[in-house]
């Protein structure tokens, strides 16, 4: 992955050879942080860059730090208007990807929350697939539970709980497969490593509760949006049994990293035809257009970067 050229650190936007934090920061040694992830998208056409969803994405992550309690001055319209400078003096003409972060920026040894200073960074790179096999992905269920809300919130993107997901994703990459499936202490499908997951059964778009300790994601919220309006299917949020997952007719897994990404083998079992379905491939050709601009009724998802 090429490096940033600059990031927003402490206040400012700086070369990003000068945003460093110590070996003793408090994040770094116990994990005490909260990220984002957003993409902008490359319109050629209009030569134009589009963030897309940033005030959700903020306000999510702002959430994320009142679990941390992390006491910060920022709104989510401030963190956007920092992230539009920082991609325009990136100079992107290609798809990027944006990672805010929240961490706890005291140095020095002690396990705690309070009375440590709240600070934030972002940096931007060019980004392109996350799974380079995103249209028939293999994935497995994963022998690492999913994270409970009563240990981890699984809700707010803590630095610490990836390693939760990095357990996941490790152990089904090298047993072959792209990804994984994980499940909720209960035995429900909770989510893939680091998105969100959908199942198409008998004509319904099923995805699992937030109750199920899943990260409440915005690509998932747009998917629940786009499906009824464009394709005139509900998504259903209900518990997903392991099993169910090896009849269902479609599976796709959403994230921002991810975007819409086609699951068509679970543990050797072909799903549906063993092919990516007709919903998940109208979704993703939709999704496409509407993060890239090409939908006007969706515009208010997207901030321009260039003006």
């Known amino acids: 992955m090429a490096l940033p050229r600059f990031a ?3 206040n400012r936007i700086v070369p990003y050879s000068e945003a460093h934090i110590g070996v003793a920061t408090h994040a770094f040694n116990y994990g005490t942080a909260a990220f984002g992830g957003m993409r902008a998208y490359w319109n050629a056409a209009e030569e134009q860059l589009y963030l897309f969803r940033p005030l959700d994405h903020f306000t ?3 959430d994320s730090a009142k679990i941390l309690a992390a006491d910060l001055s920022y709104t989510p319209e401030d963190l956007t208007e920092i992230t539009l400078e920082l ?7 290609e798809d990027a990807y944006i990672r805010p972060i929240i961490y706890k920026a005291d140095e020095g040894i002690g396990v705690k929350l309070h009375g440590l200073r709240d600070a934030i960074t972002i940096f931007s790179v060019p980004f ?5 096999n995103d249209t028939g992905a293999h994935v497995t269920i994963s022998s690492w539970r999913r994270i409970d809300d009563n240990m981890i919130p699984a809700r707010a993107k803590i630095n610490g709980a990836y390693v939760n997901s990095a357990l996941i994703k490790t152990d089904a990459q090298r047993a072959g497969f792209d990804e994984a499936l994980v499940l909720t202490q209960e035995g429900h499908i909770s989510e893939g490593s680091a ?7 008998n004509g319904q778009i099923i995805t699992p509760p937030v109750t199920d300790n899943i990260l409440e994601g915005i690509s998932r919220r747009s998917v629940m949006a786009l499906a009824p309006a464009e394709l005139g299917l509900p998504v259903i949020e209900r518990s997903i049994d392991r099993t169910e997952i090896y009849l269902c007719d479609e599976i796709f897994m959403t994230g921002t990293a991810a975007q819409i990404t086609a ?14 379905g007709p919903i998940t491939a ?8 509407v993060v ?12 321009p970067v260039y003006v």
């Open 8 to 10: 927003y650190f402490e």
């Open 60 to 62: 999510r992550l702002l």
């Open 87 to 93: 991609l325009r003096t990136e100079g992107f003409r």
């Open 128 to 132: 392109g697939k996350y799974l380079s």
């Open 195 to 201: 998105m969100n997951v959908f199942v198409v059964r």
């Open 263 to 276: 699951v068509t083998r679970v543990d050797y079992r072909p799903i549906g035809s063993g092919e990516m």
């Open 282 to 289: 109208r979704l993703r050709e939709i999704f496409n257009q």
């Open 292 to 303: 890239r601009g090409q939908m006007p009724k969706y515009k208010d998802w997207l901030r």
